[in-house]
């Protein structure tokens, strides 16, 4: 009888050990989240893993909100987790950024084809267009060869090219379908 109150003791001091260890905020392991959180933003795990940067993201809203609640422990366990998914997306950003680039090179060779075709396409039907689409093509030809020109020189800067190409494309799907009538 003794050594189950003995027992019962115990596990009481215990559990007032633990919910005392627990009263205060984890102001550590939320410095160390946030600490993280602005080398991976910094790293550009914002732009180049979006998908990691989301889900840490997504944990660190939940630690803050269990931190309103003020409930210490759940919290303390959430911005550990957050920290460590800051951390894995930054390890993901060269990755991602080496994907952009590939994706970037193969849509500005696809975009380099598509245009030699338009400007062909212009030479044969320039003496049919009106003064306005001339110097609308002349206009707009000059910004596509100027963007092609810098997407192929800064290729090593993905998420700016990719946005560019983006543009550019739309540019060239017009003058391919305007010509091609």
Same mark, same amino acid.
């Given at each position: 009888m003794e050594?189950?109150?003995w027992v019962v003791g115990t596990m009481a001091v215990l559990g007032l =050990?633990?919910?005392a260890g627990c009263a205060q905020p984890p102001e550590q392991e939320k410095g160390a989240a946030q600490t993280a959180m602005q080398a991976a933003l910094q790293g550009g795990a914002e732009t180049y893993a979006m998908a990691a940067w989301n889900e840490a993201k997504t944990k660190w809203d939940a630690a803050e909100q269990q931190m309103q609640q003020k409930v210490y422990a759940q919290a303390k366990v959430a911005y550990l987790e957050?920290? $460590?998914?800051f951390d894995s997306s930054l390890g993901q950003v060269e990755a991602g950024k080496q994907s952009m680039i590939a994706a970037n090179q193969t849509a500005l060779a696809e975009m380099e084809k598509s245009w030699s075709? $338009?400007? $062909?396409?212009?030479?044969?039907a320039m003496k049919k267009m009106s003064v306005e689409l001339k110097q609308a093509?002349?206009?707009e030809s000059k910004m596509v060869d100027d963007a092609l020109k810098t997407a192929k020189d800064n290729l090593a800067a993905p998420a700016e090219i990719k946005q560019k190409l983006d543009e550019v494309?739309? =540019?060239v799907d017009?003058? =391919?379908g305007e010509l091609k009538k």
């Open positions: 050594s189950r109150q =050990l633990v919910a957050a920290k $460590a998914a075709e $338009a400007t $062909a396409l212009s030479k044969k093509w002349t206009a494309k739309a =540019l017009k003058w =391919l």
